[in-house]
């Protein structure tokens, strides 16, 4: 009887684990490995175009499945491809492990060809990180790595030598036979007692609530009516606190918009729910804040906290709401929820398309929330990609919104695509595109032709790096090395096997998508829109206003005074 090499060792503890595919781009090095895969044809290998979009491909079937998900690079380039996308996993507290192939082990330390050392590159974006060296190593270290990617959500990485690879096996198969844990966790009775006493207390309480929200709808909005709260949610936590919610009142923060603000400037009690959002300066300065969160090293890292307690959101609340009193003062929730209403009614009219033959991008993503369907998997790349998916796209309970919301990355819309269509092959996949993100890593566009995956590509085209100019603007700094030479997507799109579509008018937007999203496989839609589309954050500071106006000045000053016109054009004259 054949024995068992330490590859398919490695394969057999995946399939067990319930890996159905890896992410990849295979090598000399990785041959063991991949020829394991071939014979026993259960694990897919997905082949991309560049390791990173593997990276960021298996961040988002961790993310839309809660599972384990595993990419792949060949020694030395090819797995340190796979860092920046790793870094968006980890960041993003998902469950991804890499096999890091690397150079024959005789040979490490050598200055050898394609010499690398994984187990430091890979340190700061892992919980775990090691080499294996010996067959007596495998399975037990590539299951310590699972468990820490699972139990820690995050990143970890195994290397393994070729040659290693491919020597007899030690143990034969999986030494671990159990399911994964799910323990709840949830603060003590005193503590639950306290937390009841302050919020009973308080009469304008604002909830900011975040990813960790996850499960926890019911309890949340049940939280909601008791205190009669208003409740703003950050970016992560849109898709999970955002719909069938009556206490909503949007966003706050860089991309949000000024209801949420205001409800959290104006309470008297700010109770942060499962979220670490970023930005200290949109927190209340003298309201008490209550945090609520999983990890007990997050209380306390972006704001004052007065309470702070650590337990999941949905075994919290559950302890918490029969020690709740009804709350008898809603004047605060009234004013809040009014404001959102007038809020959003400005945005809406913002997504207009009666604009002669401008495309306003707001109006393609209304455009494109109307067309969607009901569970449809949104990703979106970093920048005003991001913003108009922020404000116009609406969630249902089953559809699902990434992207690269805390690692800040671009070019990732594109290949989370590819893992969430690949992990859900029967549901809508929608990439919202910026043209700079898509260029970066479009090579895997040849990807979704090859494994038939139907993903729709939304490319916002403006011909530059527009949040990068905004910002500019902000700073009162002309802006400078942001141009995008002008590419025809379509054709590129065309040129790769793929339905390639363009809307050149506000009037064939419309029926430019519904067109993509009805043909029966990958499909891009190229949309020009306007350069000088502002996007407002929900409050503009003194240093802001100033560093606009001196951008206006310092544009006139430098001949470029038609700038000052294409902005007011865009944006007033509507």
Same mark, same amino acid.
Request: charged residues 20%; contains cysteine; proline residues 5%.
């Given at each position: 009887?054949?024995? =068992? *090499? ?24 990785? =041959? ?89 590159? &890979? ?13 007596? $190593? ?43 844990? *799910? ?60 719909? #069938? ?11 949000? &918009? ?22 200290? $300066?949109? &927190? ?43 709350? $008898? ?24 398309? #009666? ?49 690269? &919301? ?5 070019? =990732? ?48 085209? =403006? ?22 030479? #002008? ?44 350069? $000088? ?32 016109? #294409? ?8």
């Amino acid at each position: 009887m054949t024995k =068992n *090499k330490v590859a398919d060792v490695l394969v057999d503890v995946l399939e067990q684990a319930g890996v159905e595919r890896i992410y990849g781009v295979t090598g000399d090095s990785l =041959n063991g490995i991949a020829d394991s895969i071939r014979r026993r044809k259960q694990i897919k290998w997905i082949h991309v175009r560049h390791e990173e979009a593997a990276a960021f491909a298996a961040g988002a079937e961790a993310h839309l499945t809660g599972k384990l998900a595993v990419c792949a690079g060949s020694s030395g380039p090819g797995n340190l491809h796979l860092i920046n996308g790793l870094y968006d996993c980890h960041r993003s507290r998902v469950p991804v492990l890499a096999i890091a192939a690397q150079i024959p082990s005789h040979e490490i330390g050598s200055g050898y060809f394609q010499e690398t050392r994984p187990e430091h590159l &890979f340190a700061q974006c892992s919980h775990y990180c090691e080499l294996v060296s010996q067959p007596e $190593q495998m399975p037990r270290v590539l299951e310590i790595a699972m468990q820490s990617a699972l139990a820690r959500r995050g990143v970890s990485v195994v290397a393994v030598p070729g040659d290693v690879a491919l020597r007899d096996a030690v143990e034969q198969g999986p030494r671990l036979h159990f399911p994964e844990p *799910k323990p709840t966790v949830c603060p003590s009775e005193e503590e639950i007692k306290i937390l009841a006493e302050v919020l009973n207390h308080s009469k304008r309480i604002t909830i900011l609530g975040g990813a960790g929200c996850a499960g926890a709808h019911a309890e949340l909005i049940e939280l909601a009516g008791k205190l009669n709260a208003p409740i703003v949610h950050a970016m992560r936590g849109k898709e999970f606190i955002e719909y #069938d919610n009556p206490f909503d009142v949007g966003m706050t923060g860089l991309l949000g &918009f000024s209801s949420g603000y205001h409800a959290m400037m104006n309470c008297e009690t700010l109770l942060m729910i499962g979220t670490d959002f970023p930005y200290t $300066q949109f &927190f209340p300065r003298d309201a008490t804040v209550v945090q609520i969160d999983l990890r007990g090293e997050q209380l306390g890292r972006r704001t004052k906290v007065d309470f702070g307690f650590v337990g999941d959101s949905k075994s919290t609340l559950r302890a918490l709401l029969p020690k709740l009193e009804q709350s $008898q003062s809603d004047a605060h929730l009234k004013q809040s929820l009014e404001h959102y209403r007038k809020t959003r009614t400005a945005l809406d009219d913002l997504a207009s398309g #009666d604009s002669g033959k401008l495309i306003h991008p707001q109006y393609i993503a209304r455009v494109l929330d109307e067309l969607a369907a009901e569970d449809t998997i949104f990703t979106c790349d970093v920048g005003t990609p991001t913003i108009w998916a922020a404000r116009y796209l609406t969630m249902s309970g089953k559809r699902r919104l990434l992207g690269s &919301f805390i690692h800040g990355s671009m070019a =990732n819309a594109l290949p989370q695509a590819i893992g969430a269509q690949a992990s859900y092959p029967g549901r809508q996949v929608i990439s919202l595109s910026g043209d700079g993100g898509l260029a970066m890593l479009m090579g895997d566009l040849l990807t979704l032709r090859q494994h038939e995956l139907p993903v729709k590509i939304l490319v916002f085209k =403006n011909n530059s790096l527009a949040f990068v100019e905004l910002e500019m603007k902000a700073a009162g700094i002309l802006d400078f090395a942001t141009n995008l030479h #002008d590419l025809d997507f379509a054709k590129i799109a065309e040129g790769a096997g793929l339905l390639g579509l363009t809307a050149e008018t506000p009037a064939q937007v419309a029926p430019t998508i519904a067109q993509a999203l009805k043909h029966d496989g990958p499909a891009l839609v190229e949309i020009p829109v306007q350069r $000088q589309e502002l996007s407002m954050p929900p409050t503009i500071t003194y240093e802001q206003a100033k560093g606009f106006s001196l951008f206006m000045l310092k544009a006139v000053l430098n001949g470029r005074g038609d700038e000052i016109i #294409d902005l007011g054009t865009v944006n007033l004259l509507r």
